[in-house]
């Protein structure tokens, strides 16, 4: 039976790669170790896939928005905008069976997620990936992953207990795939920013430290009870901290370890692990 053996969080903002030098080199130093800590903790755990919790910015689907998606290809390279991002273009691959597995399990589960064959995975996805999982010279991820793409920007917005209570589920789905794997899931996004709005460059300190205040406590229906107009109020793109809700569901509510909270590249950035 496949089990869990790891959860990691980390914010995904482009800056940290495309503007790297916007800010002081200290500031960059403490950004990139702390990276360089969840990659560590990641290898030290052996996985043979990653569970990716990242939200689409509305790059995968413009007339359609589905709340929660999964990615059902075999493979895929990018990321399309990789040369502005200033990373390489990575291939990817995708556990096929444990996605097909996972999905079939949620809509049993009354969890009506959709799916796609055409994966588009932008900077939410690839950033971490590059960070935490990537074999630089070869240009490959190293890990087969599961895709999960959520809505954290165009309302109507999921609530944030649905996001806990599909990670519940995806906790349960891994534990009764029959294959022998060993699964880490990895929450990408938030904390406060306003990417393109009229509060860009303003991190809420306040909210993001409350926040990682719930999470390192364990205090889940706290965190569940944010609305997504509270959470919206500190940045139009804020409510990534869907992304880690659903994988604080996937590790059952357990306090997280929160590694450094560094307000830079005009996000609330901050790194956590979970252990199972």
Same mark, same amino acid.
């Given at each position: 039976m496949a089990k869990l053996v790891i959860g990691l969080a980390a914010s995904h903002a482009p800056g940290i790669t495309a503007r790297v030098e916007e800010e002081p080199q200290e500031v960059r130093a403490r950004v990139y170790r702390n990276y360089d800590k969840l990659r560590a903790l990641l290898e030290e755990a052996r996985p043979d896939v990653l569970l990716v919790v990242a939200n689409d910015h509305v790059t995968y689907m413009f007339e359609i928005i589905p709340q929660f998606l999964m990615v059902i290809a075999d493979a895929y390279e990018g990321p399309p905008d990789h040369q502005w991002l200033r990373i390489p273009k990575?291939? =990817?691959? #995708?556990? $096929?069976?444990l996605t097909s597995f996972i999905l079939a399990g949620l809509l049993e589960r009354g969890f009506d997620v959709a799916f796609s064959a055409n994966p588009l995975l932008d900077h939410a996805t690839m950033n971490p990936l590059h960070f935490l999982a990537s074999d630089r010279e070869g240009g490959v991820i190293k890990y087969p992953i599961v895709s999960l793409l959520t809505n954290a920007f165009v309302k109507p917005l999921p609530?944030?207990?649905?996001?806990?209570?599909?990670?519940?589920?995806?906790? &349960?789905?891994?534990?009764? #795939?029959? &294959?022998?794997?060993r699964v880490a899931a990895l929450a990408t996004g938030g904390l406060s920013h306003d990417p393109g709005g009229p509060s860009w460059g303003y991190v809420d300190e306040e909210f !993001?430290?409350? #926040?990682?205040?719930?999470? $390192?406590? *364990? !205090?889940v229906e706290s965190?569940?009870?944010? $609305? @997504? &107009? &509270? =959470?919206?109020? $500190?940045? *139009?793109?804020?409510?990534e901290i869907l992304n880690w809700v659903v994988v604080w569901g996937v590790m059952r509510g357990k @306090?997280?370890? =929160?590694?450094?909270? =560094?307000?830079?590249?005009?996000?609330g950035s901050a790194w956590a692990v979970w252990r199972p």
């Amino acid at each position: 039976m496949a089990k869990l053996v790891i959860g990691l969080a980390a914010s995904h903002a482009p800056g940290i790669t495309a503007r790297v030098e916007e800010e002081p080199q200290e500031v960059r130093a403490r950004v990139y170790r702390n990276y360089d800590k969840l990659r560590a903790l990641l290898e030290e755990a052996r996985p043979d896939v990653l569970l990716v919790v990242a939200n689409d910015h509305v790059t995968y689907m413009f007339e359609i928005i589905p709340q929660f998606l999964m990615v059902i290809a075999d493979a895929y390279e990018g990321p399309p905008d990789h040369q502005w991002l200033r990373i390489p273009k990575y291939k =990817v691959k #995708f556990h $096929t069976d444990l996605t097909s597995f996972i999905l079939a399990g949620l809509l049993e589960r009354g969890f009506d997620v959709a799916f796609s064959a055409n994966p588009l995975l932008d900077h939410a996805t690839m950033n971490p990936l590059h960070f935490l999982a990537s074999d630089r010279e070869g240009g490959v991820i190293k890990y087969p992953i599961v895709s999960l793409l959520t809505n954290a920007f165009v309302k109507p917005l999921p609530p944030l207990r649905r996001g806990y209570q599909l990670g519940l589920a995806l906790r &349960e789905l891994v534990e009764q #795939f029959p &294959e022998d794997l060993r699964v880490a899931a990895l929450a990408t996004g938030g904390l406060s920013h306003d990417p393109g709005g009229p509060s860009w460059g303003y991190v809420d300190e306040e909210f !993001d430290k409350r #926040f990682l205040g719930m999470l $390192t406590r *364990g !205090d889940v229906e706290s965190a569940l009870k944010l $609305t @997504p &107009e &509270e =959470v919206l109020s $500190t940045g *139009g793109g804020s409510y990534e901290i869907l992304n880690w809700v659903v994988v604080w569901g996937v590790m059952r509510g357990k @306090p997280a370890a =929160v590694l450094d909270y =560094v307000p830079s590249y005009n996000i609330g950035s901050a790194w956590a692990v979970w252990r199972p």
